[in-house]
């Protein structure tokens, strides 16, 4: 009986209808192009992907607490921005310190957005979207009204995009660490249980004892490092580092999230979701051409697609609400 009951709930599950998914789209580019299910294939589109897969999380946290950040990619572009003129210029050379230096931006840039939205309770969509202004356009200034940082330009620090440990690029490593330390953190300690509580019923959650503000606080700061962590994965991984990087990306976080199943109004979502989520969102534009379809017609597609998944994705919610109403009636 627990067995069919392990079954039934795996089955029933979000994150086994994108896993699903996910085996699908192999199965069917790899028909066409076996090459695109090779080892290589798919650690360079993880790696490709890494700026999007690396947000997700963060984003994951704010959309949980019932919240919306559209100012990330504003932020990895000044962060990126600051360490590639600082490389150029001669400022710094350890690769260590670029990457605590963007992230370091980063995490400011994500408590202003933080302070903002939960001390002077501005609506989330309205204060990033202010953020997501002021953050691009100080990474024009720092980019000295438009120069950018080339590979000859960032040294040794262009290098981690390129470098592997135990035949695994860098950023890939980095990518699981990532998974990991949130999958924990979630699932297991009492600030994950927090971040759910409030984005379940902030209300209720104040009442018991949670300090709703200062878990809001703390959700856009941790999306704000994360940002400048993927400013300086970005600057990496394509050996350059330009003022309107990553312009436009924010909707593809925010996509991924959606499709690994994470609510817009909170309390529902999951690690695992917004991995299937971002590995699906690095699939599309990869299989697409793949597939012999049209330029013109890819990103009607990839909208398409986005759209079935996240409809199947509310069916399975609504179904799932019902058994539990049901349940609880018998």
Same mark, same amino acid.
């Given at each position: 009986? #627990? ?5 039934? #709930? ?19 580019? %790899? ?8 080892? #290589? ?127 695994? %690029? ?94 817009? %109004? ?65």
């Amino acid at each position: 009986m #627990k067995q069919k009951s392990f079954l039934k #709930k795996l089955t029933g599950s979000r994150e086994f209808l994108l896993f699903i998914i996910v085996a699908v789209m192999f199965a069917v580019v %790899s028909a066409v192009n076996p090459a695109f299910f090779s080892f #290589k294939a798919i650690t360079d589109m993880m790696k490709n992907n890494a700026v999007t897969m690396v947000m997700a999380l963060g984003m994951l946290c704010v959309m949980l607490v019932g919240g919306i950040d559209i100012s990330v990619t504003s932020t990895l572009a000044l962060s990126g921005m600051t360490v590639g003129m600082l490389f150029k210029y001669g400022f710094i050379q350890s690769t260590v310190l670029g990457f605590v230096i963007a992230m370091a931006i980063g995490t400011v840039c994500g408590l202003l957005v933080g302070l903002v939205i939960s001390r002077a309770d501005v609506p989330p969509i309205i204060a990033t979207m202010g953020f997501m202004y002021i953050y691009r356009a100080l990474g024009y200034i720092v980019s000295n009204g438009g120069e950018w940082a080339g590979a000859s330009a960032l040294g040794d620090f262009k290098n981690f995009g390129t470098e592997q440990i135990f035949g695994l %690029s860098k950023v890939i490593w980095v990518i699981i660490i990532c998974y990991a330390v949130f999958f924990f953190v979630m699932k297991w300690t009492r600030i994950g249980r927090r971040i759910y509580a409030i984005g379940s019923n902030a209300d209720a959650a104040e009442v018991s004892g949670i300090k709703v503000r200062n878990i809001k606080l703390l959700v856009y700061t941790v999306m704000g490092f994360l940002a400048g962590l993927a400013g300086a994965l970005q600057v990496t991984v394509y050996a350059s580092a330009m003022p309107n990087m990553a312009q436009g990306g924010e909707m593809d976080v925010i996509a991924a999230c959606v499709i690994g199943g994470v609510s817009m %109004s909170g309390g529902r979502g999951s690690v695992a979701g917004a991995l299937f989520g971002a590995i699906i969102m690095a699939m599309i534009p990869k299989a697409l051409p793949l597939l012999h379809i049209n330029a013109l017609w890819q990103n009607t597609i990839k909208g398409v697609m986005i759209l079935v998944v996240v409809v199947i994705n509310v069916i399975l919610q609504n179904v799932a609400e019902r058994n539990v109403l049901t349940r609880r009636e018998m």
